[in-house]
C-alpha cells in the first residue's frame, strides 16, 4: 500500500539488514528520505534545517548504515546566496554530513565556475549526469556523472539528470546540457558492471521513456524534483515515482526486497511528522549567526508599505500584479526609458504584506535574489510586440517570462495559438506604431535573451552588465528611500480578455 506524504528538505536514509519473513529468501530493507528546495535557512514550512539536522541524529542513533542523499535546488535564490552565492547552505551541508547532492537548475543561479567552487567547498560528491563542459571534454570540474554508495553490503547507483532548459533560462555560456537517453542506458549498464543492487532516477523533467525504463525495472525507482505542487498521482506512485515539491519537499519511503530479486521491490511511504521534531541546537546556533550576518547587510528599514500587497508566485507569473508595477516603473523612471519590462521570474518572495508595513533591504533582496543588472535598448514596435508575445505564450503554466511592464497596456486571449494572443497594445496611452522606435529599460537577464526574449537580444544599443550598471533591486530600493511610503496598485496594465 502506497500513501502520500508531505515534507521539506533532501535527504536519503538508508538501513541494511538481511533476514527471513517466513522463508528462506533473505529481504534488504532500505528506508529511504528524498528531499530538496531548501534555498532559505530560516523557512516559514513545516521543514528547517534545524529539524532536519535532528531527524539525521535520531536516524543515525537507530541505524549506523544512514545514508543522507541532497537532492539540490538549493544554492539560489535567496538573500544571502545573492551575498555569497550559495557558500552558506554548502556550510550547512556539510555539517549535515551528506553523501551526495544531486545539481538542478537553481544550483547554476551563480553560473558554472560558482558551481565548480562550491563543489570544491563541499565535502560530499556532487552528480549530474546529462552535463557536459568543452572545457574539460566531460563534465563540468567538480561533478560527478553518476554515484555508487554501499552501505552494509548493498550497492546503490545514482543516475541525475539536469532538465535541458536550463541553458536558456540561466543564460549558460558555456556548458551543454545533452538529451539523456542514451546516457541513462549508458550508466545503467556502468552502475551494473559496478555491482548496484537498485539504480536510482533523480529528475526534474518528465520524458515520455522515463516510465518505460521503470515498468522494464532498468530503474527500480525515481525520485523526482517539482517547483508546482503536484506530489504525486497514482500513475506515478504506481511506477515508483515519488515527487518533492517547493513547499511540501520531503519524502521517506520504506523499501524491501529479496536478496537476489531487486525486481521485486517493495516501496511504501511512511509519515513523519515535522512538527514533533525538536530543532537541533547546534544547527539553531549556526544558522542564527547567518542570520545575524545577513540582519546587519540587510535589515535596514527603507520605507513603509501604505496597502497590502502580494507577490505569491502563482499571481506573479499568470497576471499584473501592484509589486510588478512597482518594480517596473521604478526603472522606467531612474533610466528615463519610455517603456519597461521585467520577466515575473525574477521576483521570488512568494509573500503576503500587510498595509503599514515596514519595507527593508532584505525584503527586496528576497524578493529580488537575483544579480540582474539594469540594461536600456531601443526597440521598434513590432519588436516590442514579439517581446510581449512570448511573454503571453506560456501563461498557463506559470512560467517565468510573464511580464510586469511600465509605460505599457496591453489584452491578451490566453485560448489563441501562440504568436496570435496579443490583442491590443498601447504605449504611454497611444496606439503601438511597429516601425516606430521605443527606448526600453529592462535587465541584461532578457537582453541576453532569457526566458525565450530572443527578440530582445536583437535590439539595438545595448548597456548590460558592467561594473557602472546598477543592480534591477538597487534601483528598487532607491525608488523606496525616495518616496519613504508607497502604495503600489494594479492599473489595469495587462487584460486578458477571453476569461
Known sequence: MFTTFRWLGALIFISVSSFAWGSPAPINKISLVFAANMPEISSSNAMSYAKLASLLALSRQ???????VFGGGSLGPSPLSSLDRGSHIIDILNTLEPDMMAISKREFS??????????????????STNLFDPLTKGNLEGVNTNLLIEKGGIKIGFISILDEAVVQEYLLQRVKVEEPKELINQQIKQLKRQGADLIVLIYSQEKDYYPELLAAKKINFALRLSSAEDLQSEAKESLNIFTVANKHPVRQLSLSWPVDSPAELQIEDNDIVPLSLLDDSKMVLLIDEYKRRLNRLLNQ?????TEPMQTLR?????QEIAFGNFIADSLKEATNADIAIINSGVIRGDKNYQADSIITRADIVR??????????????????????????????FAKGRFPQVAGITFT???KHP??????????NGQVL??????????????VQGGDGYTTLSMTQNKSITTQDTPLLSDIVIRAIQTKQRIAPKVEGRIVRIDQ
Open 314 to 318: 502563482e499571481l506573479v507569473r499568470t
Open 367 to 396: 524578493e529580488l535574489p537575483f544579480r540582474s543588472h539594469v540594461a536600456v535598448v531601443t526597440i521598434t514596435g513590432q519588436q516590442l510586440l514579439l517581446a510581449l508575445e512570448n511573454g503571453v505564450s506560456e501563461v498557463e
Open 412 to 414: 491578451y486571449k490566453a
Open 62 to 68: 537507530e541505524d549506523e548504515y544512514t545514508v543522507f
Open 301 to 305: 528599514s527603507i520605507g513603509q508599505l
Open 433 to 446: 506604431q511597429p516601425t516606430k522606435q521605443y527606448v526600453l529599460a529592462t535587465t541584461d537577464y532578457l
Open 110 to 127: 551563480y553560473y558554472e565556475d560558482e558551481l565548480t567552487l562550491r563543489s570544491y567547498e563541499a565535502a560530499f560528491p556532487f552528480i
Open 418 to 427: 501562440f504568436g496570435s494572443r496579443i490583442q491590443s497594445i498601447l504605449i
